[in-house]
């Protein structure tokens, strides 16, 4: 029998991908935090057709983790480096570690940090809900990349039973799916909005900025996107998610850290390095910032 797919991250895509595993005959693992206890649980998956499909899902703690075909990273960006550190040494040098969270900068320094490990990023775009601890709704079907930030690599088997395409330049899907972040999610948690409204006409100014601002830091690093079409993709994504709350929103609504740091404070970043200025996304990474620390207290 195949190995296991290992997932850390049991939040609502973590165990998406677990039921979907499941399903595919694939064995999923679920690798909880240091000190966690070994234990077989029931999951639950309501399907986009309604139909339940329930399977068990074994959790494991870090120090268990065994061979496994792929590791699938579904943690938010801040929680990636921590949670991976006590899994690398568990590692083949062959496997490979795909990180899916929203947002860039975990992807560079893990690559650079670890050369002997296979770094893969992917990008999914399905919706899904955790309506209780061992229970997710599948709520939209999305599209699922996945692709080896350094050469060579096949897709693993596991991936494809549940419809990841290979995508060999994952640089450049990463990049649209961070333009996609860095239009709606601050705007979105600032104006405590949900994603279609960012299509008033209001909002056409603020999101032209920062299109521009993001096409310019992209192509300081040899990324060449176009201005009017992230726009338009902006603004595609927020029509097609019109009555989603983003991520971030949710998280401030929540009371919890957002993973603002990963998306519009990437592009600050890679700004400065490159000698450029982005201040539209300088100002939603300050004002998120602000409203963070007051929603965390
Ligand atoms: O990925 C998203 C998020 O909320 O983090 C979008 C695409 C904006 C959908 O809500």
């Not at 999951?43 to 703690?61: I, V």
């Not at 979105?188 to 909002?203: D, I, K, M, Q, S």
Request: hydrophobic letters at 40%; proline letters at 6%; glycine letters at 8%.
């Amino acid at each position: 029998m195949a190995e296991p797919i290992a997932l850390l991250g049991g939040g609502a895509i973590g165990q998406l991908l677990a039921a979907l595993l499941a399903r595919q005959g694939v064995e999923p693992v679920i690798i909880g935090r240091p000190g966690t206890s070994r234990e077989v649980r029931e999951h639950q998956l309501t399907r986009l057709d309604g139909k339940r499909f329930r399977h068990r899902l074994c959790h494991l703690p870090p120090e268990s983790m065994a061979a496994c075909q792929a590791l699938l990273v579904t943690t938010k960006a801040y929680q990636a480096e921590q949670a991976l550190t006590p899994l690398l040494p568990r590692l083949c040098p062959q496997t490979p570690i795909v990180l899916l969270h929203n947002g860039m900068g975990p992807q560079q320094r893990l690559a650079q940090r670890h050369p002997d490990k296979q770094w893969w990023a992917g990008t999914l775009t399905d919706g899904a809900l955790r309506e209780a601890p061992c229970s997710v709704r599948h709520t939209g079907l999305g599209q699922r990349f996945a692709g080896p930030l350094g050469e060579g690599g096949t897709l693993p088997q596991g991936l494809a039973a549940i419809g990841f395409e290979m995508d060999r330049n994952i640089h450049l899907r990463l990049w649209q799916k961070l333009a996609v972040n860095a239009l709606i999610n601050p705007l979105t948690a600032l104006h405590r909005c949900r994603n279609g409204e960012l299509t008033r006409p209001e909002f056409l100014e603020p999101l032209t900025r920062l299109s521009q601002e993001l096409v310019q830091v992209a192509a300081s690093q040899g990324v060449v996107l176009d201005a009017a079409q992230v726009l338009a993709l902006g603004l595609t994504v927020a029509e097609a998610t019109a009555a989603n709350r983003s991520s971030m929103l949710s998280d401030i609504e929540a009371q919890r850290k957002t993973e603002i740091e990963a998306i519009s404070g990437y592009v600050v970043t890679v700004a400065r390095s490159a000698g450029l200025e982005a201040p539209a996304h300088h100002d939603n990474l300050q004002q998120v910032l602000a409203l963070e620390a007051q929603s965390l207290g």
